[in-house]
């Protein structure tokens, strides 16, 4: 795990690397100033000259400065290294969830990818700093310091033998009770912000139908999880200040008691009070360097559980990827289905789509038509390879969806979605997305053919008008022409319409369906619709029902031969009958 995250550390490897260096100089001259010190505080006992005085004070503030310096060059070295090696880890991760697929991302939600993005890079974010400062520096401190203890102290420096382990068992036994805790948290945690972005995203409905308080005690009851996780695993946690604190002053008064006690029986000669005082100091320095070892192994025990959540996306591979010897070239926009069913997972009991077979020719105009779950998107989301057929061929230009490069073959193919989206930006800047090269012209051209140009230009900004994020300061109906605009720029050899004009009147869609027999004759359309008049004058209509073709013809051959499409027509146009 932490192999595959390292490669994100990429150009912030040299100060990763130095801020441990200056780390470990700081500690050497933090350990010599109490050796330093206790010289001089038998030198006074001895009864030196100020001159000596001065000389140890000088030697003492050179080395504090030189300790200062390093511990300045370590926390900017270390903060360089960690902020630097998140922004990798988050970089790495957005291209890695670029390339997914649609089934790709079927495996993650939203809010978890989220959490994972934000909340858990920050974990690994501070552990990283922890370990490449402080997981440096706390070891070496106490070895630099037990050494020396034993160098001042002699016997009496054997109580950090017994201290030591001690506070390592009750270490362990902390993070092992708090580690599964921080395991689920996280989960609690996508909980969390699934409630959140569920709200933002639908809060006009919420607002609608006045479920405001319902929305706060569902947020309430994912938070306050989340509260009760973390409240257990601080508990167990907050062992380990006490602990230490404990090992501290006990550690302190055994050093007082038996070391004055030495002092006074030899007065002196085995131990005086400058190796007292540097053996306090040691003491310290020990047991500080322990607490810093044991919030090291805390928050890496935080870490742990992000890591591999981290490196759950880094490691997903799309399950959708080029032939070795991929086609550049779409020949013409023919679409056909040879016994094509289709699941959305391999978990999954139903087939969405089922014996699929169907011909399409370039620039024919087909509209489909069936109920609620009838897998209408499911069939045209296979034809630019956002899934791959489970059984069965998808040919585009006579070649299989699967020789083409991605890239190319959904640079031909357009798809407008009902609920299609907009990013902030103006609309100018949300257009280019067909075509990055578009120009202004072009713009005007797609919009007019996309019946979105007269209102634009009613607004005050023009085509420079800026677009909210998510397209809320336009309607529903102005949102799906712009779409329909932007998907026209790419100039495509297959426009697929996925109920893309449901939010428009109909003599609008009227105008849009005429502007595309006129100006993209050679471009297929397929047009997925609820009402019958966006699709009867197509040169056929599919009709579909529970994932299966059940009839295909003419509005004229479909209302002879298909039940089922004349009581849609007849319910549609509410007069009983045939018009």
Known sequence: MWKILIKSIR???????????FVSMEVVIECIIPFITAHLVNQIKAGCGINVILQYGLLLLVMASFSLTFGRLAGTACATAASGFARNLRKDMFYSIQSFSFENIDRFSSSSLVTRLTTDVSNVQNAYMMIIRTAIRSPLMLVFAIVMAFIMGGRLALIFVVVIPFLAVGLYLIIRKAFPIFKRVFRKYDALNGS??????????????VREEYEKQKFEKAAEDVRTEFTRAERII???????QF?????MVFILTFGSYTIITTQGLNFNVGQLSSLMVYS???????????????????????????????????????????????????VDFSGVSFRYSRKAEFMALQNIDLHINSGETIGILGGTGSSKTSLVQLIPRLYDATEGLVKVGGLEVGAYDIETLRNQVSVVLQNN??????????????????????????????????????????????IEQGGTNVSGGQKQRLCIARA??????????????????????????????????????IIIAQRIASIQDADRIVLMDKGRIVAVGTHEELLETSEIYREVYDSQNKAGGRQ
């Open 11 to 21: 150009e912030f490897k040299k100060p990763s690397i130095l801020a441990p260096v």
């Open 196 to 209: 959140i972005q569920e709200n933002i995203q639908g809060i006009r409905v919420v607002k609608s139908f």
């Open 238 to 244: 907050a062992f380990n200040n006490p602990m230490m």
């Open 247 to 251: 090992c501290l002053y006990v550690n």
């Open 284 to 334: 310290f320095q020990t047991l500080m360097s322990l607490m810093m070892l044991s919030m090291v192994f805390v928050l890496i025990t935080i870490a742990d559980e992000s890591s591999h959540r981290i490196v759950e996306v880094l490691q997903e591979k799309s399950t959708l990827t080029n032939p070795k010897s991929p086609v550049f070239e779409v020949k013409d926009g023919s």
């Open 421 to 466: 989206i907009l990013f902030s930006g103006t609309i100018k800047e949300n257009l280019r997305w067909g075509n990055p090269q578009a120009t202004d012209e072009q713009l005007q051209e797609a919009c007019k053919l996309a019946q979105a140009d007269d209102f634009i230009s009613r607004f005050p900004d023009g085509y420079d008008t800026y």
């Open 488 to 525: 026209l720029l790419k100039k495509p050899k297959i426009l697929i319409m996925d109920d893309s004009t449901s939010a428009v009147d109909t003599q609008t869609d009227a105008k849009i369906r005429k502007a595309f027999r006129e100006y993209i004759p050679e471009t297929t359309k």
